[in-house]
């Protein structure tokens, strides 16, 4: 009987412990406090040279056309071509965020205009496209983008300098053709696009007086 006794009384002080007993066993415990998360950053520059070759970086609305960002002989080649002439056009960039990117090139022709013709364009056209067909109206029918040949090379942030294509290309050719860094550009780094442009000595008369009109974009793009 004292066995049976003991036991219910073990049995009830289990069913105590386990209903509404505590443990004391040791413990320790940490906090950390202020858990920040924060984006990164992506924020394309463009860098000029002011008159005393002092590089600064620019956004929008500040990213000027070529014939502003160049003077002097680099603007004769914008504004007065000619065959055979040929020149190096390098704009910097730079990744003024934190995340790395991959830098992109996109270049739409907007107009291609004959303005007008004089004497010796208005026979090379008849001789191209036959008496009574030459584009000398003022808009449209332009032969100049057809005849200025590109070159796009990129110069990573080590110096190196790295083809985007194999060969020439016209700048009509390259209208709405997206054409991309081969590398990364990281947080804080810069880089160079570096645009070769040049007509050929061949291309004679039929490009008098034309005019052509690109747009530009460049673009940084999370990798």
């Given at each position: 009987m004292k066995k049976i006794l003991m036991s219910l009384l073990v049995i009830a002080l289990a069913v105590a412990v386990v209903a509404g007993g505590t443990m004391a066993y040791f413990s320790d415990t940490e906090t950390s406090s202020g858990n920040t998360f924060t984006a990164g950053t992506i924020d394309l520059k463009i860098g000029l040279f002011d008159g005393a070759d002092n590089l600064y970086w620019v956004d929008d609305p500040d990213v000027p056309n070529v014939n502003t960002y160049l003077d002097g002989v680099w603007n004769e080649l914008v504004n007065n071509l000619k065959p055979g002439d040929s020149a190096t056009i390098p704009v910097l960039i730079m990744n003024g965020g934190t995340i790395a990117g991959v830098a992109d090139f996109h270049l739409t022709v907007t107009d291609n205009d004959d303005n007008y013709c004089n004497e010796p364009e208005l026979a090379a056209e008849?001789?191209?496209?036959?008496?009574?067909?030459?584009?000398?109206?003022?808009?449209?029918?332009?032969?100049l983008g057809a005849n200025i040949d590109v070159v796009i090379k990129y110069k990573d942030s080590t110096g190196a300098i790295r083809d985007i294509y194999t060969g020439t290309r016209t700048l009509d050719y390259l209208s709405c053709k997206n054409l991309v860094a081969p590398v990364k550009l990281a947080g804080g780094d810069w880089a160079e696009w570096l645009i070769t442009v040049s007509i050929d000595s061949g291309v004679g008369n039929?490009?008098?007086?034309?005019?052509?009109?690109?747009d530009v974009e460049f673009s940084l793009n999370q990798s």
């Open positions: 008849e001789a191209a496209y036959s008496v009574g067909n030459a584009t000398c109206g003022p808009t449209g029918g332009g032969e039929i490009i008098q007086s034309d005019s052509v009109v690109c």
